[in-house]
């Protein structure tokens, strides 16, 4: 009899060694090691007993194509998300933090197809079908016809949806809960999740549903689970917020079948998740036009232009280090900035901390928040207030010059959109520009600290002759 041999898997990251350790070497993680018998799993009976392979026929880069189908949800920011509805047989990976209504989201779309006249299936692993059936009672849509259960068998779930018309839309909450007969492990670790994952995936290949995988995030917000389960699949959604606001977003993180980096902004109300088309109105609601160190950034989301306000304060300080914090953007960026204004703009921001904020709870990622930030910290630095109608954005090089950025028509159109008179913005960016906005070409920084400060020392004179 063949000696059984086994691996001790990390439950963090996949990472394999040859015995049990306390600490995981990849990844830093404690307690996370696990023993997994090595040969087990989905393909393991076929590399024991291997065969002779079947010649397949090879195709050229030329000839027909068609642009997959959509099943369409009805709701416009999911479908947005997704790049316009969800295409048959491809498979979606939803992360998100415990609460945040990843749910909810998902029986809302359940009913809207349902009701549409599709077959839909909502499988949990984690909640009974009386829990699902009361959240469905309370966002009103218990009349629709979703079929539920609650169960963790991978082998007795693709039996069951096999019966019947092939359904549309498969949910399963979560893959984490999910177990196959093929892997000789407990379910949730590592070789459980990939072989779950991989059968469901197979099933979604061979029937043509759309699949949806709930997966559980860790505590630095990444999606549990071995890495490569996100490489199997066709696109991986967040669904992120606070919890001390109400909208939550959508965010796409790859997709196959349409555009990454694309948001959808939903609203957390009594009667479940409502659609916020707007949302640049949104982050700017309750924004104090009045005060020192806020400047509106027009930014791109995916193909959406969302304006928000970047507030700054910057405060002499008796510590000999200065304090630097940022929320909802990098701060490795905002040193960048502030090194750059030191040397080209003439600041002296060393003995002085310095807070940046993005209003909203939006993470604001792309170099273009460059000029924004600057503002901000420039206007708070010399008590200026910035234009109330004027927006901001431009990426900023270490010579202390302007640099265009992409999108640039589109984000002086939702600026326009939204009231806005005026733009800062590179000198190249005057293509596609609307009439109702004019464009201020800024292609140094040291030219905006100069308005700035002289805008704050007119004010201050005109306070002095007050006082």
């Not at 350790?21 to 090691?33: F, H, S, Y």
């Not at 059936?133 to 609650?150: F, I, K, Q, S, W």
């Not at 068998?153 to 177990?179: F, N």
């Not at 949730?188 to 991989?198: D, I, L, N, P, S």
Request: hydrophobic share 45%; glycine share 12%.
């Amino acid at each position: 009899m063949a000696k059984v041999r086994s691996n001790f898997v990390c439950q963090n990251c996949g990472a394999i060694s040859q015995r049990w350790l306390g600490k995981c070497e990849a990844c830093n993680g404690w307690n996370c090691i696990v023993e997994e018998q090595v040969g087990s799993g989905i393909g393991a009976q076929a590399a024991r007993g291997a065969r002779k392979g079947r010649v397949f026929p090879l195709e050229g880069l030329t000839g027909e194509t068609k642009s997959p189908p959509r099943i369409v949800s009805g709701m416009g920011e999911l479908d947005r998300v997704t790049g316009g509805g969800f295409v048959p047989g491809s498979v979606i990976l939803l992360g998100g933090e415990p609460g945040i209504g990843k749910s909810t989201l998902l029986i809302q779309a359940c009913a809207i197809l349902a009701r549409k006249g599709h077959r839909v299936a909502y499988i949990s692993g984690e909640e009974a079908v009386a829990q699902v059936r009361l959240r469905a009672e309370r966002l009103g849509l218990a009349d629709a016809p979703v079929e539920l259960a609650a169960e963790t068998s991978v082998e007795d779930i693709v039996a069951t949806l096999q019966q019947g018309r092939p359904p549309a839309l498969v949910i399963i909450d979560s893959i984490q809960t999910m177990w196959t007969e093929a892997v000789e492990s407990t379910p949730g670790t590592v070789t459980q999740v990939r072989g779950a994952a991989q059968a469901l995936i197979r099933y979604a290949k061979t029937s043509g549903a759309a699949v949806i995988l709930v997966g559980h995030v860790t505590k630095d917000g990444q999606i549990a689970g071995p890495r490569v389960v996100e490489h199997m699949v066709d696109a991986v959604v967040s669904f992120e917020g606070d919890g001390g606001r109400h909208f939550r977003i959508l965010r796409s993180v790859k997709n196959r079948f349409g555009a990454t980096d694309e948001i959808g902004v939903f609203e957390m109300t009594g009667q479940g998740l409502s659609e916020v088309t707007n949302p640049s109105a949104l982050f700017l609601s309750g924004r104090d036009a009045s005060a020192p160190g806020a400047a509106v950034f027009a930014g791109m989301e995916g193909t959406r232009p969302v304006l928000v306000e970047v507030q700054a304060l910057v405060a002499p300080t008796a510590l000999g280090t200065p304090r630097r914090a940022v929320v909802g953007w990098d701060p490795a960026r905002l040193s960048m900035v502030i090194a750059v204004l030191e040397a080209h703009g003439g600041l002296k921001l060393g003995q002085h901390d310095i807070y940046l904020n993005v209003a909203g709870g939006l993470r604001v990622g792309e170099p273009a928040a460059d000029l924004a930030a600057a503002a901000a910290l420039v206007s708070s630095l010399t008590g200026a207030i910035l234009p109330a109608d004027t927006v901001y954005f431009g990426e900023m090089a270490l010579s202390g010059s302007v640099r265009p950025v992409v999108h640039a028509g589109l984000r002086l159109k939702e600026a326009a959109k939204l009231g806005f008179r005026a733009a800062v913005a590179p000198p190249t960016q005057k293509e596609g520009e609307p009439q109702a906005l004019a464009t201020q070409s800024c292609g140094h920084i040291s030219a905006l600290v100069a308005e700035i400060a002289a805008a704050g020392a007119q004010l201050r004179r005109a306070a002095g002759r007050g006082g």
